[in-house]
T-cell receptor, first 111, second 113 residues
Framework: RKEVEQDPGPFNVPEGATVAFNCTYS??????FFWYRQDCRKEPKLLMS???SGNEDGRFTAQLNRASQYISLLIRDSKLSDSATYLCVVNTGAGSYQLTFGKGTKLSVIP | DADVTQTPRNRITKTGKRIMLECSQTKGHDRMYWYRQDPGLGLQLIYY???????NKGEISDGYSVSRQAQAKFSLSLESAIPNQTALYFCATSDKTGTDTQYFGPGTRLTVL
C-alpha cells in the first residue's frame, strides 16, 4: 500500500460548485498533515494544515480522521483561480520532518 | 525578492556531464531539502539537511550528491547525468521550531539528452 494515496482526478467542475478531495495515509504514527496547492510547472505552496478538530479557511475546509487514516479537503463556491493540482502531504517521520507527498489531484474549474 | 531561489531555472545537458543545481534561502531556516518531481508522480526526497553538518539521504539519493556550504545554501550535484534524471527539481526549507511546513523554491527543469 502506498504511503499517501489520493483521488487521481481530474475533477472538472463548474464555477460555484462544491468539490471534495480525499486522501488516505498508511502510517498510523503520522503526526502532521497538510494540503498543498501546485499550479502547472510551479512550486507547491502550502494551502492549509489539517488539524484533528478540522479547520476552515474561507472557502476551504480540511478534515482529519485519524481512526480511518483519512484526510479531506472541501472547496466551496469554486473559482476559476482554484484550478490547480492539490497535494495531500503527510509527515510520516517521528519528528524527523520528512514529508511524504501524494501524487496530487488535478482540479479544473470551468466557466 | 523570493525567499527561496534556485539556479539555473532550466538546463539541458548531455549524458555523462556533471551538473550542479543551487539553492539559496533568506528565510533563516536551518533545514533544507532537495526533491525531484516526475510527471504523474509525487515529489520524491533526494537529500535533506538539518544544519550545515547534518546531511541525510532521502528515498532516491543514488546518482546524486549534495553540499551544504552555509545555512543559506544547499547544492545538488549529478555526478554523471543520465536521461532518467530528467525531471523538475525543487529545493525546500523548513524551520526547526514550530510547524514542519516546507517552503519551496521555483524549481529547476533539467533535461538530460
Amino acid at each position: 500500500r502506498k504511503e499517501v494515496e489520493q483521488d487521481p482526478g481530474p475533477f472538472n467542475v463548474p464555477e460555484g460548485a462544491t468539490v471534495a478531495f480525499n486522501c488516505t495515509y498508511s502510517n498510523s504514527a503520522s503526526q502532521s498533515f497538510f494540503w498543498y496547492r501546485q499550479d502547472c510547472r510551479k512550486e507547491p505552496k502550502l494551502l492549509m494544515s489539517v488539524y484533528s478538530s478540522g479547520n476552515e479557511d474561507g472557502r476551504f475546509t480540511a478534515q482529519l480522521n485519524r481512526a480511518s487514516q483519512y484526510i479531506s479537503l472541501l472547496i466551496r463556491d469554486s473559482k476559476l483561480s482554484d484550478s490547480a493540482t492539490y497535494l495531500c502531504v503527510v509527515n510520516t517521520g517521528a519528528g524527523s520532518y520528512q514529508l511524504t507527498f501524494g501524487k496530487g489531484t488535478k482540479l479544473s474549474v470551468i466557466p | 525578492d523570493a525567499d527561496v531561489t534556485q539556479t539555473p531555472r532550466n538546463r539541458i545537458t548531455k549524458t555523462g556531464k556533471r551538473i550542479m543545481l543551487e539553492c539559496s534561502q533568506t528565510k533563516g531556516h536551518d533545514r533544507m531539502y532537495w526533491y525531484r518531481q516526475d510527471p504523474g508522480l509525487g515529489l520524491q526526497l533526494i537529500y535533506y539537511s538539518f544544519d550545515v553538518k547534518d546531511i541525510n539521504k532521502g528515498e532516491i539519493s543514488d546518482g546524486y550528491s549534495v553540499s551544504r556550504q552555509a545555512q543559506a545554501k544547499f547544492s545538488l550535484s549529478l555526478e554523471s547525468a543520465i536521461p532518467n534524471q530528467t525531471a523538475l527539481y525543487f529545493c525546500a526549507t523548513s524551520d526547526k521550531t514550530g510547524t514542519d511546513t516546507q517552503y519551496f523554491g521555483p524549481g529547476t527543469r533539467l533535461t538530460v539528452l
